[in-house]
């Protein structure tokens, strides 16, 4: 019987349902029909015009169990969510400047912008004991590849020294070497995603990356292993969250 995934991002079995963007088709394909995992495909946050606005972490946060927010016009969450009989409460204004649900939650503790991020968010987080560790990067979700509870991979330097002054233990992988149409580069934590508790799985060919040697390591000291969905290159999809 399926369940939701307790901790968001951190499944505690084998995925069977996660929401992610279709832009690199055949990533959506290989979860599809090799992993038999179904994949809700969220429409695009109208208020936003770049490519961001197709990703899972723009406009979804699971806040853990059956609770969600997300973006308030996004139908195919929502009937995915409805059919599941999960709890949602939705949420409007969400711009590029203001990327109200790209929180990255892990365990007990959140990474934010509490000046952009959504306050139900951290009504949560306060009502729930979480620890709150507050950053000026708005996109946290997208920064952090999250690995296990006390494990993440990031090229931003605040997060990372956040995190480890936390006992987390970090990876600071280089900035680049993940695509993003319409900007420089994309971000570690929109081309992955967690399929198991020993599974992270990335967009495209991570052996490509230049820390890749040093990625695999991490994870796999951490009893993780990593997996590509397809032979392209790396690219922020938006994250591949993982919902039961």
Not at 52 to 57: L, S, V
């Amino acid at each position: 019987m399926e369940k939701f995934v307790d901790l968001p991002n951190l499944p505690a079995g084998r995925v069977s349902h996660v929401i992610m963007s279709d832009f690199l088709s055949d990533a959506v394909s290989e979860l599809r029909n090799n992993y038999h995992i179904s994949v809700t495909v969220p429409e695009p946050i109208p208020e936003i015009t770049g490519s961001e606005r197709f990703h899972a972490d723009m406009g979804v946060c699971h806040l853990g169990k059956e609770k969600f927010l997300i973006e308030g016009s996004n139908a195919p969450v929502k009937k995915m969510l409805n059919d599941m009989n999960a709890e949602y409460e939705t949420v409007i204004g969400i711009t590029a400047a203001y990327p109200l649900l790209n929180a990255c939650i892990n365990g007990n503790t959140i990474i934010c912008n509490t000046k952009k991020t959504d306050k139900r968010i951290i009504d949560h987080a306060v009502s729930n004991r979480m620890k709150i560790l507050h950053t000026n990067q708005s996109y946290t979700k997208c920064s952090v590849a999250i690995i296990s509870e006390n494990a993440i991979i990031t090229a931003d330097k605040g997060i990372a020294s956040l995190c480890r002054n936390e006992n987390t233990d970090v990876l600071l992988i280089k900035e680049g070497s993940i695509e993003l149409k319409g900007y420089p580069y994309g971000f570690i934590g929109g081309c992955c995603g967690k399929l198991s508790p020993d599974i992270i799985a990335f967009s495209g060919k991570i052996k490509d990356h230049p820390d890749y040697d040093n990625i695999r390591a991490f994870s796999e000291s951490h009893n993780v292993n990593i997996i590509s969905l397809s032979n392209k290159p790396l690219y922020d999809v938006g994250g591949i969250l993982p919902v039961c």
